[in-house]
């Protein structure tokens, strides 16, 4: 097996990868609050996991691969006040909870497909692991690290603190995060202002809510990932993962939860990757600044100059190494499309070369080099450089610049199957590209061909262009920027 070396959030160093029962591997990722679509930054980490899997994968790893659906408990302050986002979206939709969670949960899927994402080995949910979640808290309760007041429980931050390390992920002193919370009003039910919620009382407008030994709630947001990756993968595993803007609260209070619960901190390695930014700002829906994939397809967006392919992003994704911040532009999204029409077209170049008796190229070497990259912690920026080596050599061998025996050839056709389609995850769009592209022409005239006929009064065609569409399944809506279309 590979030396392979992961950057560990929790020493922060790079560490040579010792799976703890290998060839078996366990990967529990922190997967989406179904409450609203993904948006394209949501995507970056959960496309940056795939390629991990992928490429443990690749190497000879049996992984099971958890991602949860996040579909209750967490509040809209990422916190322990406000709603649920769930409940609030479902009211403000007058639909039922389980309705918004099937639509984001499929929507979600259906993107991560068009991205080439690989289904995980599990998918759980946190309405569907209720009663694990409850005798976690009661355990840590037993435990003498939780405490209940007035129907909440809350995990007692400052005295786990004294025996363990709470902060390990971040570092910070745990004096500087008490400072930098607000002092407790006498009115509130926790007893120190680190306390976060194991359960939370539901108030009788909640919506989603359970009978538990602490009368009517729902569980706080950070045990569900406790007892998932427990259930799952154990009390101790090797890789838990997630966005850098997990780590702070999120992951911190996961780890001490599982300490609390069974004296075992949960994963072995920690893996947090950055952020897609948008003029240096993250990508968040609360901020606006964010799109959705399938604005970004069809182009249909102020920041967008025009629709980019599923696999020009992904492969615009790759291009930066995972634990950087990736900002959004046109012009790097242009860049990574020509980048990747080049890859492709070099790979169909591959299948027609002429071998030679003598090799000019070493490709030994150029293969060693991908593994080395992809070694040092997933780098798949220098993983592309050395592909775009492979082109070149493609491209000089055509010309009769180059010369490649027949076992260098097949050894090329190799590291293109491995790296781009098997690690990387691209795939060939030709078809669906060109496909997309024409679409989206066509509807450029269609949409125009129907503001001329509502500027001439003529509903009745206009009407009937619009009709037309909705029973294709291709939704308009009229903007104050102008006509938008989605499918
Ligand atoms: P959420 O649905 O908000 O729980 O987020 C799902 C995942 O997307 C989490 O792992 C977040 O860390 C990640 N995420 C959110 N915003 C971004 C962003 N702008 N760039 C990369 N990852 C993000
Ligand atoms: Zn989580």
């Known amino acids: ?192 202002r680190l306390d976060f919620a194991l359960w939370i009382k539901a108030k009788p407008e909640h919506l989603m809510k359970w009978p538990s030994p602490w009368g009517v709630g729902f569980p706080g947001w950070h045990i569900e990932c406790s007892a998932m990756s427990t259930k799952y993968l154990g009390e101790q595993f090797d890789i838990h993962g997630g966005g850098m803007d997990l780590q702070a609260t999120h992951h911190t209070n996961e780890i001490a939860q599982n300490i609390a619960y069974c004296g075992k901190s949960p994963a072995n390695y920690w893996m947090h990757t950055n952020m897609l930014t948008v003029n240096g700002q993250k990508m968040s829906k609360s901020l606006g600044n964010s799109f959705l994939p399938m604005e970004l397809f069809t182009g249909q967006h102020p920041l967008l100059e025009k629709g980019y392919s599923p696999m020009a992003v992904r492969f615009f994704m790759m291009q930066t190494h995972y634990r950087s911040t990736l900002d959004f532009s046109n012009d790097a999204l242009n860049a990574a499309e020509k980048a990747y029409t080049r890859l492709m077209e070099s790979y169909k170049t591959l299948q027609n070369l002429k071998p030679s008796n003598t090799s000019s190229e070493n490709i030994n070497e150029l293969e060693k080099k991908c593994y080395e990259a992809m070694n040092d912690d997933f780098n798949t920026p220098v993983l592309i450089a050395h592909l775009f080596d492979a082109i070149r050599i493609v491209n000089s061998t055509n010309d009769k610049k180059a010369t490649l025996t027949q076992t260098d050839i097949d050894q090329l056709k190799n590291i293109y199957q491995h790296f781009v389609f098997d690690v990387m995850g691209l795939r060939k769009e030709e078809e669906t590209g060109k496909a997309n592209q024409a679409l989206a022409g066509v509807m450029e005239l269609v949409i125009e061909l129907r503001n001329k006929a509502k500027t001439n009064k003529d509903y009745v065609t206009s009407d009937a262009i619009r009709d037309k569409l909705t029973e294709v399944n291709i939704q308009i809506k009229d903007t104050k920027e102008g006509t938008n279309w989605s499918i």
């Open 1 to 192: 097996m590979e030396k392979l070396y992961i950057y560990n959030t929790l020493t922060r160093t790079k560490q040579e990868f010792k799976a703890i029962n290998a060839p078996f591997v366990g990967l529990y990722v922190c997967g989406p609050t179904v409450y609203s679509d993904v948006h394209l930054g949501n995507c970056r980490t959960f496309m940056s996991f795939d390629m991990i899997y992928r490429y443990l994968t690749h190497i000879g790893y049996k992984v099971r691969y958890v991602r949860n659906v996040t579909d209750a408990g967490h509040l809209e302050s990422d916190a322990d006040v406000g709603e649920d986002k769930i409940s609030k979206k479902a009211k403000l939709s007058q639909l039922e909870p389980m309705e918004i969670v099937q639509k984001y949960t499929v929507g979600f899927r259906d993107v991560m497909s068009l991205f080439n994402a690989l289904p995980p080995s599990i998918e759980p949910t946190a309405t569907g692991h209720i009663i694990e979640q409850q005798e976690i808290a009661k355990q840590i309760i037993k435990n003498g690290l939780a405490y209940e007041s007035n129907g909440t429980v809350y995990f007692d931050v400052e005295k786990f603190a004294k025996d363990n390390n709470y902060t390990v992920l971040t570092n910070r002193k745990l004096e500087e995060l008490l400072e930098n919370t607000r002092e407790l009003d006498g009115q509130d039910d926790k007893r120190g």
